[in-house]
């Protein structure tokens, strides 16, 4: 698997910084409503927002122009002794997206992490989307450790797109990506550069397109959750780390590894 950045002529030009007024912050809330379509109260409001900042996190905006076209919010976090960063929403505004603005919040998220003597990120995403998969095993070279079984509770639809597909008790499963910002295979994509993997130990089959069956046949669609689930808590359970994925138009598959 390689990096492959989105083409010189759809990379869009922005500039990032980070995010340090009331009225910016209030465009990343309306950023959430545009991309997430969740109500209000599941949205991070701007005082959450701004008391993050004061405790260690941060927000960084990609603008075009005097214009915010997405915001990545990172917490810090500690667990022990460690401390790490926590990567709580990225949004891109629709006319930006795949432009490549979410991999330049992202690679500028690094640096200014590994800024501040971190070396390691963590955040959820979900496992049936193919194109969440592509970004962040292909692109970012996050690895996958650990399985969140319905991590935000039942009926959690973050696609407006499919709020009113008709499906009701979907569990709300995540994906850990754990960017371990200093190994080969990131420090490699950082530099624009492929990073090969070996064949991989066993592979994880989903979906091609979940929100077409998820419309299409909910009840398919549950079925298939679970058995991503099941087989994904299997090879996880043996010690086995997805760190790629295959974006094959018929098969899209994790790949898995040893180590």
């Known amino acids: 698997m390689s990096h492959q950045p989105a083409s010189r002529e759809d990379r869009a030009v922005v500039e990032i910084r980070e995010v340090s007024s009331i009225k910016e912050y209030d465009t990343c809330i309306n950023l959430q409503r545009e991309v997430f ?96 998969a592509h970004f962040n095993l292909n692109r970012l070279g996050v690895a996958v450790r650990e399985y969140a079984v319905n991590f935000y509770g039942t009926d959690y639809v973050t696609n407006p797109a499919e709020q009113g597909s008709g499906a009701s ?18 420090e490699a994509f950082a530099q624009r550069l492929e990073y090969p993997m070996a064949e991989p130990e066993t592979t994880i089959e989903i979906p091609g397109d979940f929100s077409a069956l998820l419309k299409a046949d909910p009840e398919t669609a549950k079925r298939e959750v679970l058995r991503v689930r099941a087989e994904f808590l299997e090879a996880l359970g043996r010690g086995l780390v997805s760190r790629a994925f295959d974006r094959d138009a018929d098969r899209p598959r994790y790949l898995f590894y040893s180590s």
């Open 37 to 132: 379509g969740l109500p209000d109260l599941e949205i991070s409001p701007r005082r959450h927002l701004i008391v993050s900042r004061h405790a260690g996190g941060w927000t960084l905006a990609a603008f075009a122009g005097d214009r915010l076209v997405g915001f990545v919010h990172h917490l810090a976090a500690v667990k022990g002794e460690e401390i790490f960063g926590y990567s709580h929403m990225m949004a891109v505004a629709a006319d930006y997206q795949n432009r490549g603005v979410g991999a330049q919040l992202k690679w500028a998220q690094r640096e200014r992490a590994l800024a501040e003597g971190r070396d390691y990120v963590k955040w959820t995403f979900e496992p049936m989307r193919v194109r969440n």
């Open 169 to 186: 008790g979907m569990d709300s499963d995540r994906l850990f990506a754990s960017w371990e910002l200093r190994s080969p295979r990131v």
